[in-house]
């Protein structure tokens, strides 16, 4: 099997997943390609939801395209649950997320719901986060501030920057990667993250920091997990 029909695997176990919530919730939908095939697997079902709160511009594009009713997080109150795919998974839960640069959005609204969902294939399961790059999102003025701070944890810092057009792949690009929220994300290479809570706390202390991609607080609490012999479930 690979990695396209894993995801597909997996997002119509979410689909499953969600469907026995009651009819009329209200669901957080995740960012990223796992997350895109969950919700063309929920679109023929969208009449089971009265709405959904969208992590980024790009899944509310997508769920209006399907004719998902999409909310504004502040007219919800109660959110059973939120599904998103991760970077990376530990043991317990914890996760790195923000390789689609969503990461503040999903984080918000993943500390609305109830349950978080975690949609992947068995490759983003480690032992300990850290070999995927972890992300931050910063005030862009701060940027040299924070990335000072952030080498104090041994990890390598480095911006992102947006891709290269095709006609334009000989020249690196040196346009930084902006979020949805007008962030800059840089990424840290070369942790071994032992503790996740503790270190998702002393990065937010951080000034200039806007969310760190380390989900450890707003950790998975269902994981549903695609390999070759099908889709394991997995609670925390
Ligand atoms: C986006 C995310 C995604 O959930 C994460 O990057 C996984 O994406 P994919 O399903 O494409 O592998 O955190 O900010």
Redesign the pocket.
């Known amino acids: 099997m690979n990695q396209e029909q894993l ?1 597909q695997l997996v997002a119509e176990a979410a689909r499953d997943e969600v469907l026995k919530l009651e009819s009329g919730a209200i669901l957080g939908v ?7 095939c969950f919700i063309d697997a929920l679109a023929p079902y969208k009449g089971h939801f009265s709405g959904t709160v969208s ?2 511009n790009a899944t509310t594009k997508r769920l209006l395209q399907h004719g998902f009713k999409v909310l504004d997080p502040n007219e919800v109150t109660i959110l059973p649950a939120y599904v ?4 990376e998974i530990d043991p317990a839960g914890n996760m790195i ?7 503040t959005r ?1 984080k918000i609204i993943a500390s609305m719901a109830s349950q978080f969902i975690c ?2 294939d068995a490759s ?1 399961q480690v032992p300990v986060l850290g070999h995927f790059a972890l ?1 931050v999102e910063i005030i862009p003025l701060s940027l040299g501030v924070v990335t000072r701070q952030l080498e104090k944890f041994g990890g390598k810092v480095s911006m992102r920057l947006t891709k290269n057009s095709q006609e334009d792949l000989q020249q690196a690009s040196s346009t930084p990667f902006v979020t949805d929220n007008g962030g800059w994300i840089l990424d840290v290479r070369g942790l071994h993250i032992t503790h996740p809570r503790d270190l998702e706390s002393q990065i937010n202390q951080i000034a200039g920091v806007i969310t760190v ?1 380390l989900f450890a607080k707003e950790r998975a609490t269902i994981l549903l997990v695609s390999g070759p012999s099908g889709v394991d479930r997995i609670t925390f």
Do not use: F
């Not at 995740?30 to 895109?36: P, Q």
């Not at 998103?84 to 970077?87: F, I, K, N």
């Not at 997320?97 to 990461?103: H, I």
């Open positions: 995801k995740g960012t990223g390609s796992t997350a895109n992590s980024s998103d795919g991760a970077d997320k923000g390789g689609g640069g969503a990461l999903e949609i992947c983003k992300p991609g």
